[in-house]
């Protein structure tokens, strides 16, 4: 059964101290690996997939990377803003099965 | 650019009653799925639908049933309702089996 964990479950940082989220993930044939943030009572909000070990992807002032056993947020110099609950999901290659399997977040604060 | 849109976002209901949640989704997207995410937990997989036709199913109770329209929308029909059905459905959108794209949730209140 695909399973992915995440670690910390919280993290508390002051604005403009880097910092990275990881993901630790079990899965029968990796389709993707995703990445998405979520504010409280809304709707979680794509921001990356990757697809191979190796793959990298940058926004802002996040950057997503994957080996075959884990993946990192890495957050650089953050803002207020970025304080969210960040998701990532694993979504495996079994013909037909479509779902994606989460991870319990982390909860991030940045400080001013 | 459009995004998938959920109706309705707040509901209320007793026990026992029923209720239908509708999700509509980014336009040229042929697969919907279905979430249910319970305060302070990660989203949990109900079932999906691609084109039409259930593609795959998760911990969906027996007391819900969805489909998938000739137009994409999708609504997830919920009978029987008990306390522990309380929590925030959301409906996701994609382009077979790629990104999926959240909307912004119905939050289901049990009394």
């Known amino acids: 059964e695909d399973q992915v964990t995440q670690s910390p479950e919280a993290l508390r940082l002051q604005e403009g101290e880097s910092s990275s989220l990881n993901c630790s993930y079990t899965?029968?044939?990796?389709?993707?690996l995703f990445w998405y943030r979520q504010d409280p009572g809304k709707g979680p909000e794509f921001l990356f997939t990757?697809?191979?070990a190796g793959e990298e992807k940058e926004k802002e002032r996040l950057k997503a990377t994957l080996t075959k056993k884990e993946s990192f947020l890495h957050i650089t110099a953050p803002k207020p803003e970025d304080s969210a609950t960040y998701l990532c999901?694993?979504?495996?290659?079994?013909?037909?099965?479509?779902?994606?399997?989460f991870g319990q977040g982390t909860r991030l604060t940045i400080n001013p | 650019a459009a995004g998938v849109i959920q109706s309705p976002r707040h509901l209320i209901k007793e026990k026992r009653e029923t209720a239908t949640l509708k999700c509509y989704p980014i336009?040229?997207?042929?697969?919907v799925y279905w979430y249910q995410q319970g305060p302070g937990q990660d989203p949990q997989f109900l079932i999906s639908?691609?084109?039409?036709?259930?593609?795959d199913k998760g911990s969906i109770p027996d007391r819900f049933s969805a489909q998938q329209f000739s137009d994409y929308h999708s609504e997830l029909n919920m009978s029987s309702l008990e306390l522990g059905d309380s929590a925030l459905y959301f409906c996701?959108?994609?382009?077979?089996?790629?990104?999926?794209?959240f909307g912004p949730g119905t939050r289901l209140t049990v009394l």
């Open positions: 899965v029968s044939g990796l389709r993707g």
């Open positions: 999901a694993v979504q495996g290659l079994i013909q037909g099965a479509q779902k994606l399997v």
């Open positions: 336009p040229r997207h042929d697969t």
């Open positions: 996701a959108s994609s382009v077979g089996e790629g990104t999926q794209y």
């Open positions: 639908f691609y084109e039409k036709m259930q593609s």
């Open positions: 990757l697809y191979s």
